[in-house]
């Protein structure tokens, strides 16, 4: 099958979502790999908005450990706690970092990232089996639209899992 996905680059922001999400979960509903679907989400986000980074990382024990995504290489394992994606996993909650100067603990997987948001992913009985993790070159690019959209594209994910 071919995958394709079609938004107008003259769309904004909210529109670009809008458009996107259904288009994702009409993607992933068509394939039972959760590796898959998430390689090709990565690609979707990183083809619509052109991110310096975007990708997940899984949860496998007491880490986070690198999946699919687009960009530059990226650290490979992450301990509960640490850095945004870390502390996303251990608070349960999304987080918006407009400037990663100014967060303690940010891991630099590169210098070129300077913001960044990170949503986790949910299993049915609420336990994060993951997050989603974008970084933009650009400071104070991210802001509560991403959140509220990104959150409801790892609602999708969550639904997936749970079929
Ligand atoms: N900056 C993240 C690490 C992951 S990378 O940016 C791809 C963090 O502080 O958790």
Redesign the pocket.
Known sequence: MSEQIQISQATDKKAKYESLLPQIESLISGETDLIANLANISAALHTVFGWW?V?F?LVKSDELVLAP?QGPL??TR?KFG?????TAWKEKKSLLVPD?NK?PG?????SQ?VS?I?VPIFNTQKEVIGVL?I?SEKYDILDETDVYYLEKLTEIISKFLST
Do not use: L, N, Q, R
Request: aromatic share 16%.
């Open positions: 980074w990708g990382y995504f990226a650290c992450i640490k850095g945004v994606c870390g990663v967060f940010h891991i630099a997987c590169s990232s960044e990170v993790d970084d």
